[in-house]
């Protein structure tokens, strides 16, 4: 995965060094791409080190099992997530504009990944509860980070708004990539428009037709 820092590991394992950090990234990066195209209960783990180019022995020095590397990669997904949010909004004043952006930044994550978090979405929260507590606490953070926006924009539920606009976010960008068929796409940047306006002024606020403004189906 592309820019992501964060290690799953625990504060109690030894420190990798660079070259283990590379092997580790490379393990993720395969696991990723095997779990779009084979779905959770279809992956082996060797196939990941299949598509990797290492061996089984390296992937166990990083990883206990399958489920490992998945749980892996939904807390990093989630630490990228919340990361890019951060900084496509920081420096936004305008309360209105920081929203647009931070659904921009949204849509555009869901573009680049979207086949693993279908993947992280459908399956993963059926594999046991802690898969459904990472993922919780993903939207907890992120509601918390929309809602003084909201707030700014007169919004006095703020809780319940931030959460009903990931809801909605969620839910347009999945209909965008595995339902919208045989038309063009919209861009980030129109979602976002069109959300906002949903969210702020009601669905007669949309403006018709939609720009489509580019972008790709996965």
Excluded: N
């Excluded at 990723?32 to 020095?61: C, I």
């Excluded at 590397?69 to 949010?85: D, M, S």
């Excluded at 869901?110 to 459908?122: F, P, V």
């Amino acid at each position: 995965m592309t820019d992501v820092s964060v290690s799953s590991r625990t504060t109690s394992e030894s420190p990798l060094t660079e070259r283990q950090w590379v092997r580790r990234g490379e393990l993720l990066e395969a696991a990723r791409r095997v779990f779009e195209r084979d779905g959770y209960h279809g992956t082996t783990v060797s196939a990941v080190v299949q598509a990797a180019g290492l061996s089984q022995g390296a992937f166990y020095l990083y990883f206990a099992d399958k489920k490992a590397v998945f749980a892996a990669l939904q807390e990093e997904t989630a630490t990228l997530l919340r990361r890019r949010i951060y900084w496509g909004t920081r420096d936004e004043a305008d309360a209105r504009r920081r929203l647009e952006a931070g659904l921009k930044t949204y849509f555009e994550f869901y573009e680049e990944y979207a086949g693993l978090i279908r993947r992280l979405t459908i399956e993963g929260l059926g594999i046991d509860e802690s898969f459904e507590a990472r993922q919780t606490e993903l939207h907890q953070t992120l509601a918390t980070a929309f809602e003084p926006t909201l707030r700014e924009l007169g919004v006095r539920a703020t809780a319940v708004a931030a959460f009903a606009l990931l809801g909605l976010a969620a839910q347009v960008a999945y209909w965008q990539h595995f339902q919208r068929k045989d038309e063009p796409s919209m861009s980030a940047a129109a979602l976002a428009r069109a959300c906002a306006s949903l969210f702020l002024e009601g669905a007669a606020s949309i403006p018709t037709p939609l720009p489509q403004e580019g972008g790709t189906h996965a």
